[in-house]
DNA sequence: AGTCAATGATCGACGCGTCAGTCAGCCGCG
DNA sequence: CGCGGCTGACTGACGCGTCGATCATTGACT
């Protein structure tokens, strides 16, 4: 019997049909992604992907939520071992800055949710579990610093909105190439909201 | 001799093509978008289209260029008629909440426009040309506030940066269908940032 | 151990729908 | 008649999904 229930085939090559496709989906875009890329990257068929997803749109959307999954993962492995919540929020934007391949290129996969989510309805539902965690984790995070009597007491979810909100704005400037805004614009951006917002002695210039 | 040189038949029927087609991508995305359908929507042919544009990108990357110009300039007219300073920055964030079909149309397609940009760099000029017009709204409204005197001495660029990637964000949830975040929410997160940052008097709760 | 189905996994060529772009000709007006 | 504007049937490419064939592995039975 195989561990989960319903899937046909070995769960590496599946798991490598879905590395192959984000990937791709991220470098090129959604549309752009043929399903005999995704084959010769894996080095199979096209054949095969459809033995394991029953159309190129299975593939791409499970892909979809292998990376956000992956990305959440890493992410929690890292914070968790960080007591000091204003250090645990703190290293929290420093991981969702797009620096390396790999974060520019979930940052890519979030972009293209977004404009498809819009456009189809049915997207929203797994959207909004993405958003929901991202946002728990930060609600999360600062009640813990109000808990650890280092953060004010303000509200929770209004703050979360505008550091999220400030988060996926700044990124798109990055991503989109604006000129106005880099890595390093972005961390000081983001840290200047959490200090005037949270820390108790706004930071006295 | 036709006014703008180069452009073969008439200028209402061009505009007419563009104005469907910007409006089907809004609704659609830009992929789902087929000639056929801009052809229908105008009441004429595939043939005409390709009369007007050499290929379909042409007719699509023109169509975005016509929206946002539009936007542009209807902004503009409501903005100009506004001499204070405050009373005009909150005009173009009201200007700019997603309500209607026309506004959320326009963010539907800056949202794809993020998109094609960061997997395509060629469109990042175009889409640095419309960034950089909207951060120089941003930037001169809130320089004029400082001369007027009712805005503090800030930094202008780094306020700029902070709205309108704020604005871009909250637009996202709420387009995406984030259970969060509503228009009112999307106003007073905006509105709230001004006051802290600009506003003489930080507001007294 | 050796034989032999049976089942699972993989391959790749082909069919068929879709759609951008073309082209030969039509229409109406000056 | 001549020309600018327009037509829409047609074509050719492209890419998804299918399907019969092939290879590997297993496990039952002798």
Redesign the pocket.
């Known amino acids: 019997m195989?561990e989960t229930a319903g899937l046909?085939?070995?769960a590496a090559?599946r798991n490598a049909i879905l590395e192959a496709a984000w990937q791709l989906i991220a470098e090129r875009g959604y549309h752009h992604?043929?399903?005999?890329d995704v084959?010769r990257i894996?080095?199979?068929?096209?054949?095969?992907i459809?033995?394991?997803f029953?159309?190129?749109?299975d593939?791409l959307q499970e892909a979809l939520r292998y990376c956000v999954d992956q990305a959440f993962e890493r992410q929690g492995a890292v914070l968790r071992q960080i007591d000091n919540a204003h250090k645990r929020l703190l290293a929290l934007i420093e991981l969702q800055l797009p620096v390396g391949v790999q974060v520019r290129n979930e940052w890519s996969i979030w972009l293209q949710f977004w404009s498809e989510t819009v456009l189809n309805p049915a997207l929203r539902p797994i959207h909004n579990d993405f958003y929901t965690r991202w946002m728990d984790a930060v609600t999360s995070i600062v009640r813990r610093g109000q808990r650890q009597g280092i953060y004010r007491d303000v509200d929770v979810a209004a703050f979360a909105r505008l550091l999220t909100s400030a988060t996926d704005g700044a990124a798109i400037k990055i991503l989109t190439g604006a000129p106005d805004m880099t890595v390093d614009t972005m961390r000081s951006l983001l840290v200047s909201i959490v200090e005037k917002e949270l820390t108790m002695t706004p930071s006295v210039v």
Chains 1, 2 share one sequence.
């Open positions: 195989s046909r085939g070995s090559r992604v043929r399903v005999q084959a894996c080095g199979t068929s096209t054949g095969t459809h033995y394991y029953p159309g190129k749109d593939v």
